[in-house]
């Protein structure tokens, strides 16, 4: 119930690909994906995660792409036909 009040004061589902270091070979690249509902533009949410990578992982950042979506929306009316009649 939580998420959908989020969902309602326009928080949307937010994917982060991040790549960063690998701590012992620091020449290769790793992959993580980090998922949850935040608020566009600012994203607070991944902002604190990074923060915490930031201070508390050996892993340095390389960089980070998002995505996101909004998963409550107007509904859509999709009309498949039209029927008239006289």
């Given at each position: 119930?939580?998420?959908?009040?989020?969902?309602l004061r326009n928080y949307r589902l937010t994917t982060a690909e991040i790549l960063y270091h690998m701590p012992d070979h620091p020449g290769l690249l790793q992959s993580y994906v980090w998922q949850?509902?935040?608020l566009a533009p600012d994203f607070p949410v991944?902002?604190?995660?990074l923060d915490f990578w930031h201070a508390n992982l050996d892993g340095k950042l390389h960089s980070v792409r998002?995505?996101?979506r909004t998963l409550v929306?107007?509904?859509r009316?999709?009309?498949?036909?039209?029927w008239r009649l006289h």
């Open positions: 119930m939580a998420n959908l009040a989020l969902q949850d509902l935040d991944l902002r604190r995660f998002l995505a996101n929306a107007d509904a009316l999709r009309v498949a036909a039209e």
